[in-house]
């Protein structure tokens, strides 16, 4: 089985920095993706991990340790429109679906 | 591109009442998937397609939800009697290829009220 834990909420002030992290725990490994989703909208890419270290966008950046079932998105020089949901996704066991979790509730205050 | 379309956008119904939901990936996306969100949720994993092929069923989806992609291309998801427990957020997704890099992009969703 797979278990995706994040935090519920985080709150931080424009132009600070927010680390987002997620544990998860997969029977095998395919990659994890941070997807990001404002309310009531679709959610958008933001990266992908397979190897561990950093993959690092812009103001995005997101970590993996496979060894540890651990990954985090950092997010740079906060702005207003960051304030969404920050969704951790590992690929299941075969493949062939992502497997969400919960999602972190971002908000970003001036 | 227009992207991934879903049709309807909302949708209300009465309990007993049959659904059918509409996704139109982006052209020649040959993966298809099918999601179910819930109010505080991540998005949960309901079925895949590659290209026609149903190749995938979450044990979320009951006798009752069936879906089909018959050209490999739109792909459509009923529900037949309709509980309140279905009421939902339903997402579409497609992506290219077979790599696992490839990411998947989603659709607006059909939200789904069961009176």
């Known amino acids: 089985g797979q278990n995706i834990d994040q935090p519920t909420e985080m709150t931080a002030t424009e132009g600070a920095i927010v680390q987002i992290n997620c544990t998860y725990q997969?029977?095998?490994?395919?990659?994890l993706f941070w997807y990001q989703q404002h309310a009531g909208e679709a959610p958008t890419f933001l990266s992908y991990?397979?190897?561990?270290g950093l993959e690092e966008k812009g103001r995005f950046s997101s970590f993996l340790s496979r060894s540890k079932g651990y990954s985090y998105l950092l997010l740079k020089e906060l702005q207003m429109k960051d304030s969404a949901s920050y969704l951790c996704?590992?690929?299941?066991?075969?493949?062939?679906?992502?497997?969400f979790g919960k999602g972190t509730t971002l908000s970003v205050s001036s | 591109d227009t992207g991934v379309s879903q049709d309807p956008r909302h949708k209300i119904t009465k309990r007993g009442q049959n659904v059918t939901f509409r996704c139109d990936p982006i052209s020649e996306h040959n993966r298809l998937y099918w999601y179910r969100q819930t109010l505080g949720q991540g998005p949960e994993f309901l079925t895949y397609?590659?290209?026609?092929?149903?190749?995938?069923k979450s044990r979320l989806l009951s006798d009752r939800f069936s879906a089909e992609r018959p050209k490999g291309s739109f792909s459509t998801l009923e529900i037949q009697r309709t509980e309140q427990g279905d009421s939902a957020m339903y997402l579409c997704a497609s992506s290219q290829g077979t790599a696992h890099y490839n990411e998947q992009f989603f659709g607006p969703g059909t939200r789904l009220t069961v009176l």
């Open positions: 997969t029977s095998g490994f395919n990659g």
């Open positions: 397609f590659q290209n026609e092929a149903q190749l995938e």
């Open positions: 991990n397979v190897l561990d």
């Open positions: 996704a590992p690929w299941n066991q075969a493949g062939t679906a992502l497997i």
